[in-house]
């Protein structure tokens, strides 16, 4: 079972882009790399203070909070590395994103050190862990982020961004285009292909940092949660595992 996981975990941190693989492995070994445990399970980059380790704390408590309220009771328990500098972060193969999740490890750039983005990567976490191997193999990747963003309500990704993106007329993805989503590889080409990982270039220029993708996803989310709530979501996951398909479970 060991055995099983530890190929997960090398999968799931392969999947990004190749050189993801030995970096997201780093995280096998924090310690290692620059990170210090600061608590059960945080990791926290060296240097930082007291006040980002207790925010931390704080940030993890109510993370696993909203992911209890969510899904009823939490299955999984992440183990957070939280960097405070650009470099770990793009070390440990973060780069243009915020956060990201190998496995049951998140990593935090020092822009995502808030409990919107642990919520954001536990939600991913929580779902693996209530899904069948096979169910998890056909479940959308953008409704697993779609559930992701709405639960977590990360600024960046509110339904406000999402009216300034169409106040702004910003190119965004239709909802039938976002349905087509469906792997983990259709979801990065659309994040990169609306430029949604330009945003540390956008933001060095004075430009609006915009997320279409991600607000797609959530703007498509938040309706259906807030109208089946935890029961509905529950019962969505139960009837995948039982081998419902997912647009019919969805519907
Ligand atoms: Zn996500």
Redesign the pocket.
């Known amino acids: 079972m060991r055995q099983f996981w530890i190929i997960v975990f090398f999968l799931t941190a392969s999947l990004p882009s190749g050189c993801s693989i030995l970096q997201g492995g780093k995280l096998l070994a924090p310690e290692s790399f620059g990170l210090t445990l600061v608590a059960p399970d945080i990791y926290l980059e060296a240097g930082a203070d007291e006040t980002a380790r207790d925010n931390l704390r704080e940030a993890m408590d109510k993370a696993e909070k909203t992911i209890r309220v969510t899904y009823g009771s939490v299955n999984s328990r992440p183990i957070v590395h939280a960097c405070i500098t650009e470099e770990c972060y793009e070390a440990f193969g973060g780069r243009g994103s915020v956060a990201k999740?190998y496995g049951d490890r998140i990593l935090l750039s020092p822009r995502g050190l808030n409990w919107h983005f642990i919520a954001?990567?536990w939600s991913?976490i929580e779902m693996r862990s209530r899904l069948t191997f096979s169910a998890c193999w056909h479940l959308p990747q953008w409704f697993?982020?779609g559930i992701?963003?709405a639960i977590s309500e990360a600024p960046e990704h509110s339904e406000s961004h999402w009216q300034f993106l169409v106040a702004a007329n910003i190119p965004r993805p239709t909802r039938e285009e976002l349905h087509t989503f469906k792997s983990l590889r259709q979801w990065l080409d659309a994040v990169h292909r609306y430029g949604e990982d330009k945003n540390i270039e956008r933001k060095a220029n004075g430009e609006p940092e915009i997320r279409p993708v991600?607000s797609a996803a959530g703007h498509e989310l938040r309706p259906w949660l807030a109208k089946v709530g935890s029961a509905g979501l529950l019962a969505f996951i139960a009837r995948l595992n039982d081998g419902e398909n997912f647009e019919s479970a969805y519907r």
């Open positions: 999740v954001h990567e991913h697993d982020e992701a963003v991600y």
